[in-house]
């Protein structure tokens, strides 16, 4: 494990607050944060990001458990020009688009899926914030 590795914090939509992004960095840790509907202002402007920029970094798994075939591509966008309030989340470095698609392997159907995160670690890759939120 990568010392960057060793100081990540993750938080779902409930705790995803400017007082918390600012508490991780105070304690010196990055953070994954994920983004909800709840926060429609900076979901709009992830999307548009997502819609309008080149990502620095992208990854894509597959795995095939429980009856389906899963791929999910994230990616990693340091340009943050569409997000209006940037300035108010300590530490913001990038934003991640995740896309998943889930294919039923019985059935045959497929669903989609798209999620968003605000990230503080600057040279982390689109591997690596997969990592992150894979494993909380």
């Not at 791929?71 to 943050?80: C, I, M």
Request: aromatic share 8%; glycine share 4%; with cysteine.
């Amino acid at each position: 494990m990568k010392n960057w590795e060793q100081n990540w914090t993750y938080e779902n939509a409930i705790g995803c607050q400017k007082d918390t992004a600012k508490k991780i960095i105070e304690k010196k840790a990055h953070y994954v944060l994920a983004v909800k509907k709840n926060q429609g202002r900076l979901l709009e402007e992830i999307e548009d990001t997502a819609k309008l920029e080149k990502p620095d970094s992208i990854y894509t798994e597959t795995s095939g458990e429980h009856g389906r075939v899963e791929t999910r591509t994230y990616e990693l966008y340091h340009e943050l020009s569409h997000i209006s309030a940037a300035w108010n989340w300590e530490g913001l470095a990038a934003v991640v688009r995740v896309s998943k698609e889930s294919c039923e392997k019985k059935s045959g159907s497929t669903t989609q899926e798209q999620r968003f995160y605000i990230v503080s670690n600057r040279h982390a890759s689109a591997q690596q914030i997969a990592r992150s939120i894979r494993s909380h």
